[in-house]
């Protein structure tokens, strides 16, 4: 199985922050990664899909890189609405499976 | 619009069954991929099955295999998850997702359902 690794775990910061958050796979998948945001008692939202693609309706401030095994996905100018627990996870092969999630709280 | 609404959980002793449904709207069903995914009380997200279009593909994690069974009915729209000698460790929020297939070898499962809470507990 492929294990997804994120980092870091948690980070507070501030409104209009520039946020980075990684990812890093166990092993090469290409650029089959996708990531999401998830608010409390809500069900996940897909944010980017092929690394660095955005899902239509998701605002630019949002973008990832990577390929390969190192992954980044970045929050340009960090708003109230942003703050969230973001999760990695690798479609290349099954068993799909998620990074362990960066929760983001305001500073 | 898209529309995923899951049904069917509940409070469960261990050893029992359950089955899961997800009722599906806004988009062509019998040409997507779908899949379960869960997440227990304050953890991460888990994947849990999932099914091709037609059904000829059918996946699982380790974790349910040989206690859970995907299926789906696409005259009805519905994707199912039963669910067979249940454990305290399968208690989670439920999720049903629809996929997008855009390379590799699994689907981008882009739109998630609401969830539905499955508590195993005697």
């Known amino acids: 199985d492929i294990q997804m690794t994120q980092s870091p775990s948690s980070l507070s910061a501030s409104v209009g922050d520039r946020v980075t958050i990684t990812c890093r796979a166990s092993?090469?998948?290409?650029?089959?990664l996708a990531w999401f945001q998830q608010k409390p008692g809500k069900a996940p939202k897909s944010l980017i899909y092929?690394?660095?693609s955005l899902q239509s309706g998701v605002p630019s401030k949002f973008s990832g890189s990577g390929s390969g095994t190192d992954f980044t996905l970045t929050i340009s100018s960090l708003q109230p609405e942003d703050f969230a627990t973001y999760y990695c996870?690798?479609?290349?092969?099954?068993?799909?499976?998620f990074g362990g999630g960066t929760r983001v709280e305001i500073k | 619009e898209v529309q995923l609404l899951e049904s069917g959980g509940g409070l469960v002793q261990p050893g029992g069954s359950l089955r899961l449904s997800c009722a599906a709207g806004g988009f062509t069903f019998s040409s997507s991929a779908m899949a379960w995914f869960r997440q227990a009380p304050g953890k991460g997200l888990d994947w849990v099955s999932a099914?091709?279009?037609?059904?000829?593909?059918?996946y699982y994690a380790d974790s349910v295999k040989g206690r859970f069974t995907i299926s789906r009915d696409n005259s009805k729209n519905t994707l199912y998850l039963q669910m067979n000698s249940l454990r305290a460790e399968d208690t989670a929020v439920y999720y049903c997702?629809?996929?997008?297939?855009?390379?590799?070898?699994?689907?981008?499962?882009?739109?998630w359902g609401q969830g539905t809470m499955v508590t195993v507990s005697s």
């Open positions: 099914i091709s279009g037609n059904s000829a593909a059918i």
């Open positions: 996870q690798q479609y290349n092969s099954y068993p799909l499976t």
């Open positions: 092929a690394a660095s």
């Open positions: 997702a629809k996929g997008v297939y855009y390379g590799g070898e699994a689907s981008v499962f882009d739109i």
């Open positions: 092993q090469g998948i290409s650029n089959y």
